[in-house]
T-cell receptor, first 113, second 113 residues
């Protein structure tokens, strides 16, 4: 397996634009996590899914953020409209049911100007 | 708020010395994990210790867990320049029947040659 795949690796967008980040988890993994990493706030859990169902989205900062997992092999994190304070590295991670170790993608570095 | 808090936030030592990082957490856990993050990359799992274990070893890594104090430590012995990275502890919390993986703020470790 190629591991967790995130796209794009880098995204630069203007304030007010819609941004969509994509994640392909490892095949067979039942958990999918979205994290945001900044210098100020560290690694924040935004939302996580179990068997494609959102379990806890209490970390999503605002209604501008939404996440979906239409099937077991794909998830998106959308920001609409984007703001400069959304600039961060966004990570996706997956984990098999019954397993503890999470496998991370390489991240998407988002810059909103 | 995040579950784990690492201490110190940054640590700089000479190659060959031992590095100790600490983690405190707030709620009951099933296990505690340590991850490593090289600059610009995703997190990589290092070691896991279960709540009924007190100490675990893996190569040059030694992890301890004190559930009464809700704390853990990661010791890297005989450090090498390649150990330069950020280190995070992560804890599992059961929510809605699914495991929620939450990370601390991390310790940035620099090994000077």
């Amino acid at each position: 397996d190629a591991g967790v795949i995130q796209s794009p690796r880098h995204e630069v967008t203007e304030m007010g634009q819609e941004v969509t980040l994509r994640c392909k988890p490892i095949s067979g993994h039942d958990y999918l996590f979205w994290y945001r990493q900044t210098m100020m706030r560290g690694l924040e859990l935004l939302i996580y899914f179990n068997n494609n169902v959102p379990i806890d989205d209490s970390g999503m900062p605002e209604d501008r953020f939404s996440a979906k997992m239409p099937n077991a092999s794909f998830s998106t994190l959308k920001i609409q409209p984007s703001e400069p304070r959304d600039s961060a590295v966004y990570f996706c991670a997956s984990r098999p049911v019954g397993g503890a170790e999470a496998f991370f993608g390489q991240g998407t570095r988002l810059t909103v100007v | 708020s995040q579950q784990g808090e690492e201490d110190p936030q940054a640590l700089s030592i000479q190659e060959g010395e031992n590095a100790t990082m600490n983690c405190s957490y707030k709620t009951s856990i099933n296990n505690l994990q340590w991850y490593r993050q090289n600059s610009g990359r995703g997190l990589v799992h290092l070691i896991l210790i279960r709540s009924n274990e007190r100490e675990k070893h893996s190569g040059r890594l030694r992890v301890t867990l004190d559930t009464s104090k809700k704390s853990s430590s990661l010791l890297i012995t005989a450090s090498r320049a390649a150990d330069t990275a950020s280190y995070f502890c992560a804890t599992d919390a059961l929510r809605g029947g699914a495991q929620k993986l939450v990370f601390g703020q991390g310790t940035r470790l620099t090994i000077n040659p």
